[in-house]
């Protein structure tokens, strides 16, 4: 079973809105990730942010954490065209072994 | 900085044939991954690697071997392929536990 579940499943917005996914997970974690995914291509990284830290920034987007509720928040402020993806988190699946669990995802789509 | 590499981009089998899927980095990272993307899953973790010699198994290994004599590649084998295995196979590195991992662009497979 996935670690991360991604909610929504697709979100649909006009350009300069504010797009907010969140996900949640079971076990506890030493990191969070979340990544983007464009069609057809790899994921590239977005941001880390760790168990002990609540809120973290880069540009955009704005990710925060809450380990009592087990989930994750990513918002992207100021909406482009060109943020149309999917967006997954991912977590480190604290087994004391090294495995990147992924979500489904959410896909975005940016109205111009 | 060539990153991850992976061949081939696209790939079609016939059921029971083998093969393997290549991927090369050359950032001289530790630890290398193998994902299988299918539509609405996200993407599910097959086997990993943590260092040269060192494998083990992910989320869906079977039907699936590794292996990983140096540092810098990490092959995926299919022994007998299957339809079931149709799907976009992404391979991943990271320098570490815990860091952001980079992916290659991925091979389409086609088991018919």
């Known amino acids: 079973s996935q670690q991360g579940e991604e909610d929504p499943q697709a979100l649909s917005i006009q350009e300069g809105e504010n797009a907010t996914m969140n996900c949640s997970y079971k076990?506890?974690?030493?990191?969070l990730q979340w990544y983007r995914q464009n069609s057809g291509r790899g994921l590239v990284h977005l941001i880390l942010i760790r168990s002990n830290e609540r809120e973290k920034h880069s540009g955009r987007l704005r990710v925060t954490l809450d380990t009592s509720k087990k989930s994750s928040s990513l918002l992207i402020t100021a909406s482009r065209a060109a943020d149309t993806a999917s967006y997954f988190c991912a977590t480190d699946a604290d087994t004391g072994g090294f495995k990147t669990i992924f979500g489904a995802g959410t896909r975005l789509f940016v109205k111009a | 900085n060539a990153g991850v590499t992976q061949t081939p981009k696209f790939q079609v089998l016939k059921t029971g044939q083998s093969m393997t899927l290549q991927c090369a980095q050359d950032m001289n990272h530790e630890y290398m991954s193998w994902y299988r993307q299918d539509p609405g899953m996200g993407l599910r973790l097959i086997h990993y690697?943590?260092?040269?010699?060192?494998?083990d198994q992910g989320e869906v290994p079977n039907g699936y071997n590794v292996s990983r004599s140096t540092t810098e590649d990490f092959p995926l084998r299919l022994l007998s392929a299957a339809p079931s295995q149709t799907s976009v196979y992404f391979c991943?590195?990271?320098?570490?536990?815990?860091?952001?991992?980079?992916f290659g662009n991925g091979t389409r497979l086609t088991v018919t």
């Open positions: 076990t506890s974690i030493n990191n």
């Open positions: 690697s943590v260092g040269a010699g060192i494998t």
């Open positions: 991943a590195s990271n320098k570490h536990y815990n860091s952001p991992l980079h």
